[in-house]
């Protein structure tokens, strides 16, 4: 499971940033494979993918070397802490930042967007249980000033309403923008964030003229809660077993054969 560094670290910030946690061969060809997706036109993509502005749609399952990072070792342990032991991915999509394109995004989270009852947070005999999970790999590095990623550290445990007026009315634009409290994370390629969408957070602007900003979007949530995300037959058929078996909506009681060690 979790190792103590990264339960109270998680407990304590509400998201964890695992540095090198990608091999640079396995970097290099998550690199690879998600550049032949984007420079595949959308009407030769393979059935089932579609480019949604800046999301490519089920990035995760284009290539095995993505696929695998569903159950990547640097996280795996962890998302099977927090969903105890019942997994469930629902979607993985890679999302780009292009020069140029605008990617300002305030800030927001799960109780805001759903409401205080839609998600949990919790702890149980000296573990954390959380039922919305976002594991962001990179797959480029963010360098501070360039922009990306906002998080509210503690913000998971939030026990009353943020006020409209607090952090610059939750838009903030440039690091300039950035007020007390509040943290641009910059991970390098081949580093990975796990967060609970219970924890606020945003999006700056991605300023590099001649980089983009590309990471996975991997979302958890225990096999028995929420609703099954729908995903295309012809993206089932490209999966292996064990990938279908996470995305399987199942009975609270019930021990899926990737997590029986
Ligand atoms: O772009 C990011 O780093 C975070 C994305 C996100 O949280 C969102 O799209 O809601
Ligand atoms: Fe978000």
């Known amino acids: 499971m979790m190792t103590p560094e990264q339960r109270y670290l998680f407990d304590v910030f509400g998201y964890l940033h695992l540095e090198n946690a ?17 420079d595949t036109p959308e009407d030769q993509l393979p059935p089932g993918f579609e480019v949604d502005g800046q999301r490519y749609v089920h990035g995760f399952a284009f290539d095995k070397c993505l696929e ?16 105890n032991d019942r997994p469930r991915l629902l979607s993985g999509t890679l999302q780009v930042n292009r020069p140029g394109e605008s990617s300002v995004g305030g800030l927001h989270c799960a ?4 409401g205080w ?11 954390i249980y959380c039922d919305d999970i976002i594991v962001f790999p ?20 939030a026990a009353f309403p943020r006020p409209e007026s607090l952090f610059n009315e939750g838009v903030m634009r440039t690091v300039e923008d950035i ?15 796990v967060t609970s969408e219970l ?35 012809e993206i089932k ?15 609270y009681t019930h021990v899926k054969d990737i997590v029986k060690d």
């Open 179 to 193: 007020p007390p409290g509040v943290v641009n994370v910059t991970p390098k390629a081949g580093d990975i964030v």
């Open 199 to 233: 924890m606020t957070h945003g999006i700056l602007e991605w300023l590099p003229k001649d980089r983009m900003r590309r990471i996975l979007v991997l979302r958890y949530k225990p096999q028995h809660a929420g609703l099954a995300m729908p995903y295309p037959d």
């Open 22 to 38: 990608l091999s640079p061969d396995e970097l290099a060809a998550c690199q690879n494979a998600t550049k032949r997706y984007m």
């Open 237 to 251: 058929e490209r999966l292996e077993p064990e990938t279908v078996e996470l995305m399987e909506t199942n009975h």
């Open 111 to 114: 109780r805001e967007g759903f």
């Open 68 to 83: 695998a990072l569903t159950r990547h070792p640097s996280f795996w342990p962890i998302v099977r802490e927090l969903t």
């Open 117 to 127: 009852e839609s998600t949990r947070y919790e702890t149980h005999h000296g573990k």
């Open 138 to 157: 990179y797959l480029d590095d963010v360098n501070p000033g360039d922009g990306g990623l906002l998080v509210l550290p503690g913000s998971h445990k």
